[in-house]
């Protein structure tokens, strides 16, 4: 069985003013499975991540040429309005975000603005399920009116992932999403990742190599705003193609 692709990325070219932050970047992110996204800092990973939700038009500074196909449509045409592919879309950020709202209103937020459920027994049900597929409810069903930011860290990113799919995105987009956490914490959201990632198409930006081997199908190791390689992450990992790879796994370039 073929893989089918969700995203694809063709002849993708990224500036700030006069600086290129991406050069020509071809690459396809299959459905259903965690593309991880290595490399050094400033090499351009968070850049990629936030053209495709086109969170860099919101930078006046930023210019994005090329094409970035979602399901045959390319995002960046006239037609398509970015409110509603950001709705198709969720993100997750490095530090845990929460509304300054009660648990409740950080999950019901988006379905809200979205008009998603049509009564508030219905919107009850969403942010349930929501919070119980982000791993959380239990831990916080009898608080769940008290604010979002007294809950931990660890917490607090699991309710920001319960906000992400309460509009039932088909991609979630997480962007060094346990770089904040601890040990213990990180290790819950792994797991989770492991879980979603049945229902939707993950691509997450992370700092740590242990944790690309552990939670993705497939990754990419950008290198100064250039894709170096993109495989099976096994095949990354084990056996890459590319010297500049090998040299950032094995710790030589970083």
Do not use: W
């Given at each position: 069985?073929?893989?089918?692709?969700?995203i694809?990325?063709?002849k993708?070219n990224?500036?700030?003013e006069?600086?290129?932050?991406?050069d020509?970047?071809?690459?396809?992110?299959?459905a259903?499975?965690?593309?991880?996204l290595?490399?050094?800092?400033?090499?351009?990973?968070?850049?990629?991540?936030?053209?495709?939700?086109?969170?860099n038009?919101?930078?006046e500074?930023?210019?994005?040429e090329?094409?970035?196909?979602?399901?045959?449509?390319?995002?960046?045409?006239?037609?398509?309005?970015?409110?509603?592919?950001r709705?198709?879309?969720?993100?997750?950020?490095?530090k845990?975000n929460?509304?300054?709202?009660?648990?409740?209103?950080n999950?019901?937020?988006?379905?809200?603005?979205?008009g998603?459920?049509?009564?508030?027994?219905e919107?009850?049900?969403?942010?349930?399920?929501?919070?119980?597929?982000?791993g959380?409810?239990?831990?916080?069903?009898?608080?769940i009116?008290?604010p979002g930011t007294?809950?931990?860290?660890?917490?607090?990113?699991?309710?920001c992932?319960?906000?992400?799919?309460?509009?039932?995105?088909?991609?979630?987009?997480?962007?060094?999403?346990?770089?904040?956490?601890?040990?213990?914490?990180t290790?819950?959201?792994?797991?989770?990742i492991?879980?979603?990632?049945?229902?939707?198409?993950i691509?997450?930006?992370?700092?740590?190599?242990?944790?690309?081997?552990r939670?993705?199908?497939?990754?990419?190791?950008?290198?100064m705003g250039?894709?170096?390689?993109?495989?099976?992450?096994?095949?990354?990992?084990?056996?890459?193609?590319?010297?500049?790879?090998?040299?950032?796994?094995?710790?030589?370039?970083?």
């Amino acid at each position: 069985m073929t893989e089918k692709t969700k995203i694809t990325t063709k002849k993708l070219n990224v500036f700030y003013e006069e600086k290129k932050a991406l050069d020509n970047i071809n690459l396809e992110i299959p459905a259903k499975k965690v593309t991880s996204l290595i490399g050094p800092s400033g090499c351009g990973k968070s850049t990629f991540i936030r053209c495709l939700n086109r969170m860099n038009d919101t930078i006046e500074t930023c210019r994005v040429e090329g094409k970035i196909i979602i399901d045959k449509e390319d995002i960046y045409s006239k037609d398509v309005d970015p409110v509603l592919l950001r709705a198709k879309i969720g993100m997750v950020f490095q530090k845990p975000n929460p509304f300054p709202k009660s648990i409740f209103e950080n999950v019901a937020y988006g379905p809200k603005i979205h008009g998603l459920t049509n009564s508030d027994d219905e919107l009850e049900g969403l942010v349930i399920k929501s919070l119980k597929k982000a791993g959380l409810y239990d831990e916080i069903k009898d608080r769940i009116n008290e604010p979002g930011t007294s809950l931990s860290g660890g917490q607090q990113q699991r309710l920001c992932i319960a906000r992400a799919i309460a509009v039932s995105p088909e991609i979630i987009l997480m962007d060094e999403p346990c770089s904040a956490l601890d040990p213990i914490a990180t290790a819950v959201i792994e797991e989770l990742i492991d879980e979603l990632v049945k229902n939707y198409t993950i691509v997450i930006v992370t700092h740590s190599m242990q944790q690309a081997a552990r939670v993705s199908q497939q990754t990419a190791f950008f290198h100064m705003g250039n894709l170096v390689e993109v495989g099976k992450t096994e095949k990354i990992f084990s056996m890459p193609k590319q010297k500049k790879t090998e040299d950032y796994i094995t710790g030589k370039i970083g």
